[in-house]
């Protein structure tokens, strides 16, 4: 509760900072608000309180937040760079940035679905903003239009079929869901549509297919830092809230959704991965390529065993990290260009070997390719995934990986390609180098020990 | 411990490269090749050849060490004499391939010397592996550097032929990796060790999918028909050290895990599907030695040449006898330091003369007597002249076959005919004769001597002297063989 309150002070002082003016302080401010955070929330660690019977504060929810919290120490540290030459309004940036992770928390932590709905809302307003934020663009106001419209879809589908479980059952309260779906022989048609619905607001808000297609237009439509924020940090808090649900209640009746959520799972990975092989815009594939590790994320849910909460932490971990580093080089080189082509790439091996080796690290670990952290995630969600004997399912992600390898390449390969334009007028920061340096090393280091999160959650 | 710095030792080395100025990288490759050769000599000093130990047979220098212990893995590494006959050869042929490389200058040196030296650590590291997921981490992390190396110093249309190589490879390699994540859901203690592996009794089913699943892999690294079409463009377009780590080493990956993994793990599914490998074997031998006697070109005529070679190896170890196993061993090593050498002509005559078109060339006999001198013990080498080290495996692989079936074995000796045929054919175009577009041609500078001359020193001493690969075999022999048999009957 401390990192709750802390994280929403934490937001209006940011606020307060840019309405008086104090620009220097900004990102101090925020940083060491967050880090100050981490440490609260680490301070909850097996402690499992329950809150008001609203929010249950346990390692899940902590585990998850710590994540979320570090990404966006890094996505802040970027978006300064992004920002740097930009004097309008970095402080509401900052502060909606803030506001999401409050609506992520609740996400993570709630015991009754009132609190995930409101996590939800606290979450996707301050987005809806965010992915507007370059008002002047109108790509930006266009994605920000359509996630909102979108968004509100997948709010109402949610909030009908919180609806339909609170007419069964009397109560919001997971605990009680849970005692009803697993002792009711018959379950009523209301309450698996219920289940239906819900299942189909989460599969929006994550971005699976078939309700995915809001996802590339919007990614590519906002600011490159909003949609780093968006593929990690919301999705994270979207697929905990997601497992938190499922895991809880409806572990029991896997009959209601198994069948709809594997095709979902199958279908989100190859449509996400052969739908990015064939994009030429560097942000877009970044944003079909979260299509395909939404569909990956799911495999632990769909098996639902007791690896699956650590390997989708491990998972979104190893994801995070590699995506934020993938990003922050995509903003680097675009500073001029805003629809970045894939093959303007080229030349970066020649005139930036760190950040090609940046770039080399964090799509390789995308891709899945040992010794790094993006393979032993994907290795892990295999075997929880086997573990049930979901061995088609692998199959099909095993299929899926193979075709990623072919877009997560392209960059690689043409930034070894030394014909391109001279790329000496990038500017970096350090803040920025010091990210793509972290990035790598996590990338490395989780990859080699894998053990220092795959542990995480723990029960 | 000593096994861990076998493979830790290139891994440093490669890193340190960076702190070298760039002229210099290519010494500092060399001394840190030269220094592992020099460990491994030590290595096989200490190696005893006679010990018999505990349950994997003569297995030594073990190091078993918790690594991810969540999860049941370990770092678990440990020579027998398959293994320490694979790193052998990586180490050798290492200096030998660096070296043959001191009269080019690349672009960016450090980094292609940092990819070759991190490709060694990653090979050692296969042959060498006792757990099975470090044993995956190894194999693909071998595939990396290559992939760079072909992708950054590579030749025409490489962006397109590295892809494929790269996907194709890394089809098999995913396969592989499900069929060892389901080993591993199997085992009572839930581990990745080989011994847990072993001690597997899977039914006949279980062991179909898990054969298939590994040996695609495999199939398509070593490669067999019909995986192998990534293989002679990749050795074409890649620079002449990359075919050779490719050719000489890397795809020896695949029949020492055929020894490694499949046989023990899966011994019925081996058993009933020898006949159909062998087929592909042997189809294999005869495509590709045909299509070899139709190359204009060198290094695709090597390439050829080379899935030739490699199908009988493994058409030797699906027999399943002990004449096939040895023969295959012997000739991975004889293959191995072969085509190196056969690929440094190439790239010698390329260097000297900007082609390696056969027709183009000729005469160099009479201007270059050492170089082709050279070239033709290699020649002999290839098709398996007595007295060189192709003879003695060749023979043994094809007296399994025969002993296997006289029809396989019939078709496969083709393959030393039509062997004679291209090579010799090729021999006699490129040197003998007179060219008078060719006028100059310098003989073996003293670099380039230092790696021919070991290599054929190499040809002849084992072509002479082939009993110390036996031994060093023969427990690893032995123990395949008690252990197939001994898994043949499902204890149900």
Redesign the interface.
Known sequence: MSTLVLLSLLGFLVLFLGAFDQKKLLLPVAILGLVAAFFTNALDWGTNHLWYGMMLYDNYAISFVGLMIVTLILILLIASYQFRNEDSHIADIYALMIFVLVGALVMTSYSSLVMLFVGIEILSIALYILAGSRRTNLASNEASLKYFLMGAFASGFLLFGITLMYGVTGSFDLAVISDYANGTDNLPIIFTTGVILILIGFAFKIGAVPFHFWTPDVYQGAPTIITAFMATVVKTAGIAAFYRLFDTCFSGIDGVWYNILWAIAAATILLGNISAVMQNEAKRMLAWSSVAHAGYLLLPVLALNELSSSSIFYYTAAYSVASVTAFGVLIAISQFNNDLQIDQYKGLAKNKPMMTLALVVSMFSLAGIPPLAGFFGKYFVFVTAMESNLNIAVMVAIAGSLIGVYYYFRPVIYAFNNEGQPMERIATSWTFNFVLALGVFLTLLLGIFPDLLSNLPGN | MITAALIAFPFLAALLLFLLPANMAKKGALIATLIQAVFTAYVIFLFDINEHRSFLSNEQFILSQN?????GIRFFVGLDGLSLLMVILTNFLLPLIILSTWNREFRQPKLFYFLILMMQSALVGVFVSLDAFLY??FW??AL?PIY?IV??WGGENR?KIT?KF??YT??GS??M??AI??L??QTTDRSFGIDAFYALRLDATAQRWIFWAFFLAYAIKIPLLPFHSWQPDTYTTAPNAGSMLLSGIMLKMGIYSIFRWILPITPMAVSAYSDIVLMMCVAGIVYASWIAVGQKELKRLFAWSSIAHVGLITAGIFTLSQTGFQGAMVQMLAHGVNVVGLFFIAEIIQQRTGTTEIEKLGGIRQLAPVFASCYMVITFASIALPLTNGFIGEFLLLSSLYDYSFIFASFAGLTIIFGAVYMLRAYKTSMLGENPAITVFADLSISEKLVLFPIVGLILFFGLFPQFIFNLTDESVKYLLTEISNHMVPTL
């Open positions: 690594w991810i212990s969540s999860m995956y981490i693909e992390l990396i760079f992708l950054i962006v892809f790269f996907i890394l089809l995913l396969l990796l499900a994540i389901w591993y859901l």
